[in-house]
Nanobody
Framework: QLQLVESGGGLVQPGGSLRLSCAASGSTLDRYAVGWFRQAPGKEREGVSCISSSGDSRNCVDSVKGRFAISRDNAKNTVYLQMNSLKPEDTAVYYC?????????????????????????WGQGTQVTVSS
């Protein structure tokens, strides 16, 4: 059974950076697509970035393009979300999720980001607060 644990969240000032980690155990991540989602108070969960099993990636929310980058290190069984130039509106609980699937393309990753039901495994979330 795959288990995911997020870390790296915290309080940061606007303009600052954080790197979130999603560490997997119980199985290897190399056959999974992984997504980062976030949920702010009173808002629906939204897909932020997704990465395929082979390492193709895309940001799925216009507001994070050019600021966030998802990456994976299969040797460490970990997926990362580098977040730069953080804004108060990035404040949310961030979750990583995994779906066993191969062959995702740039286009299919966008569809995957909008389908949280496609993910079988979820972490417990890590809080990111952007505030001065």
């Amino acid at each position: 059974q795959l288990q995911l644990v997020e870390s790296g969240g915290g309080l940061v000032q606007p303009g600052g950076s954080l790197r979130l980690s999603c560490a997997a155990s119980g199985s290897t991540l190399d056959r999974y697509a992984v997504g980062w989602f976030r949920q702010a108070p009173g808002k629906e969960r939204e897909g932020v970035s997704c990465i395929s099993s082979s390492g193709d990636s895309r940001n799925c929310v216009d507001s994070v393009k050019g600021r966030f980058a998802i990456s994976r290190d299969n040797a460490k069984n970990t997926v990362y979300l580098q977040m730069n130039s953080l804004k108060p509106e990035d404040t949310a609980v961030y979750y990583c999720a995994a779906a066993m699937r191969l062959g995702d393309t740039f286009s299919s990753l966008l569809r995957l980001c909008t389908a949280p039901g496609a993910f079988d495994y979820w972490g417990q979330g890590t809080q990111v607060t952007v505030s001065s």
